[in-house]
């Protein structure tokens, strides 16, 4: 067989540390083999024993409102962190155009930290209209070369209680947005605006992705509600929740029971972790919690579980740039989970956890499989994860979309 391109002496995300390197095969943009010692290409890329990877998958970013830190107050005060409030108060200088532009840059660098897959979140509200999912929709075509990309309509600033917000939800998902979110916590009527999504998600047959429980309290769980409604509606593998902080200040056995309950509904979690930790604990001036829930104990209970980026370089975190895997190493650090096992799990949420999450079936290293293929600088996951290997090269269908050197020591 002709390839386009091989991959040679490359290791898999699942080898055995004693297993030989493999190549890899691409043609037509799809994996076609995987063997040593494969024939020929128009491309070859020698792995020199390296990791490669299907590429990582962003299931949690807000495009439309990244790098806007210097158009914010920066105000002094810790608690309340006015997040919402200092991005709500620049909104109308949002335009389409410029939307393009700062998320341009900012896909660009996930692009270039090797995400080939990633769902971003686009709020609507009078203030903005629909500047903020036009100015992200316009970006699917303009970078398809590099990744795939998919439009989650939410409403950051309330629904119920926000006149106009629900006919411009409809609007975005009549013209592009294939997601609907919430956001919860910032609505007068918290219960009413998760139903809500549930009936729009209904009508146009679309995954749901909430933002939901914030909170240094879990004595109200809008999680439950949700789970409830998930097998009411059989929207079971379809329904993701994101940051859930409240899950962390449970004791394990009553956080047992709201895992397993989720895991039966078929209710996935998504951590932020930099804006989790960012905004939470604020309530305290000393021995401030984490407010990062322990993904590892949520997938031991069969609940599907990704680690995302959120917000970047914006009031709720600013920071960033774009790099997974440093997201899902932060985690690691911040929940104390350090075993090989433990790692190995939190590598897959930025993987093949993360894509069964967003329902991508054709995902993974496998003949057949799109050739969105990632090398990292280090011999397996678990080291890459470890030390936050720097992405190498990078592959969409098989075409080459990103090219980082090696580091090199000029000893004396």
Same mark, same amino acid.
């Given at each position: 067989? +002709?390839?386009?391109?091989?991959?040679?002496?490359?290791?898999? @995300?699942?080898?055995?540390?004693? $297993?030989?390197?493999?190549?890899?095969?691409?043609?037509?943009?799809?994996?076609?083999?995987?063997?040593?010692?494969?024939? @020929?290409?128009?491309?070859?890329?020698?792995?020199?024993?390296?990791?490669?990877?299907?590429?990582?998958?962003?299931?949690?970013?807000?495009?439309?409102?990244?790098?806007?830190?210097?158009?914010?107050?920066?105000?002094?005060? #810790?608690?309340?962190?006015?997040?919402?409030?200092?991005?709500?108060?620049?909104?109308?200088? &949002?335009?389409?155009?410029?939307?393009?532009?700062?998320? %341009?840059?900012?896909?660009?660098? =996930?692009?270039?930290?090797?995400?080939?897959?990633?769902?971003?979140?686009?709020?609507?509200?009078?203030?903005?209209?629909?500047?903020?999912?036009?100015?992200?929709?316009?970006?699917?075509?303009?970078?398809?070369?590099?990744? +795939?990309?998919?439009? =989650?309509?939410?409403?950051?600033?309330?629904?119920?209680?926000?006149?106009?917000?629900?006919?411009?939800?409809?609007?975005?998902?009549?013209?592009?947005?294939?997601?609907?979110?919430?956001?919860?916590?910032? +609505?007068?009527?918290?219960?009413?605006?998760?139903?809500?999504?549930?009936?729009?998600?209904?009508? &146009?047959?679309?995954?749901?992705?909430?933002?939901?429980?914030?909170?240094?309290?879990?004595?109200?769980?809008?999680?439950?509600?949700? =789970?409830?409604?998930?097998?009411?509606?059989?929207?079971?593998?379809?329904? @993701?929740?994101?940051?859930?902080?409240?899950?962390?200040?449970?004791? &394990?056995?009553?956080?047992?029971?709201?895992? #397993?309950?989720?895991?039966?509904?078929?209710?996935?979690?998504?951590?932020?972790?930099?804006?989790?930790?960012?905004?939470?604990?604020?309530?305290?001036?000393?021995?401030?919690?984490?407010?990062?829930?322990?993904?590892?104990?949520?997938?031991?209970?069969?609940?599907? =579980?990704?680690?995302?980026?959120?917000?970047?370089?914006?009031? &709720?975190?600013?920071?960033?740039?774009?790099?997974?895997?440093? $997201?899902?190493?932060?985690?690691?650090?911040?929940?104390?989970?350090?075993?090989?096992?433990?790692?190995?799990?939190?590598?897959?949420?930025?993987?093949? %956890?993360?894509? #069964?999450?967003?329902?991508?079936?054709?995902?993974?290293?496998?003949?057949?499989?799109?050739?969105?293929?990632?090398?990292?600088?280090?011999?397996?996951?678990?080291?890459?994860?470890?030390?936050?290997?720097?992405?190498?090269? @990078?592959?969409?269908?098989?075409?080459?979309?990103?090219?980082?050197?090696?580091?090199?020591?000029?000893?004396?």
């Amino acid at each position: 067989m +002709d390839f386009e391109t091989v991959l040679r002496n490359v290791r898999l @995300a699942d080898a055995r540390p004693d $297993q030989p390197t493999t190549d890899i095969g691409v043609k037509d943009g799809r994996i076609a083999a995987i063997a040593r010692g494969l024939g @020929a290409a128009k491309e070859e890329v020698q792995g020199h024993g390296r990791l490669v990877c299907s590429g990582f998958v962003e299931t949690h970013i807000h495009l439309d409102k990244s790098c806007i830190l210097g158009r914010c107050e920066h105000t002094t005060k #810790r608690n309340p962190h006015l997040a919402m409030e200092r991005v709500s108060a620049v909104k109308h200088t &949002f335009t389409v155009e410029d939307v393009i532009e700062r998320a %341009s840059g900012t896909i660009e660098k =996930c692009i270039s930290h090797g995400a080939t897959r990633m769902r971003t979140h686009a709020e609507v509200d009078p203030k903005i209209g629909l500047r903020g999912v036009e100015g992200v929709k316009a970006l699917i075509d303009k970078y398809r070369w590099a990744i +795939d990309l998919e439009v =989650c309509v939410m409403p950051q600033e309330g629904l119920t209680n926000n006149p106009g917000t629900d006919e411009l939800m409809v609007a975005a998902l009549k013209n592009g947005a294939t997601v609907v979110g919430a956001a919860p916590n910032y +609505d007068s009527d918290w219960a009413a605006q998760i139903r809500r999504v549930f009936e729009m998600a209904r009508e &146009f047959d679309v995954d749901i992705d909430m933002h939901l429980d914030s909170g240094a309290s879990a004595e109200e769980l809008h999680t439950l509600l949700v =789970c409830d409604l998930t097998e009411k509606y059989k929207w079971g593998g379809r329904v @993701a929740v994101g940051h859930v902080g409240k899950l962390a200040t449970m004791p &394990f056995k009553d956080l047992d029971k709201v895992a #397993r309950r989720m895991a039966d509904a078929g209710v996935a979690a998504t951590v932020l972790t930099a804006t989790d930790l960012y905004l939470g604990g604020r309530h305290t001036d000393h021995n401030v919690p984490r407010n990062v829930v322990d993904l590892n104990y949520l997938t031991e209970r069969g609940v599907t =579980c990704s680690v995302a980026s959120n917000n970047i370089l914006n009031p &709720f975190t600013p920071f960033g740039d774009g790099q997974l895997l440093r $997201q899902v190493n932060m985690h690691a650090i911040v929940t104390q989970r350090g075993n090989d096992d433990e790692v190995k799990a939190l590598w897959d949420m930025t993987t093949s %956890s993360a894509a #069964r999450l967003m329902r991508k079936d054709d995902y993974g290293v496998a003949v057949g499989n799109p050739a969105d293929l990632v090398m990292l600088d280090a011999p397996d996951s678990i080291t890459a994860l470890r030390t936050v290997a720097p992405v190498l090269a @990078a592959f969409k269908r098989g075409r080459r979309t990103v090219t980082r050197e090696p580091v090199r020591l000029h000893k004396p």
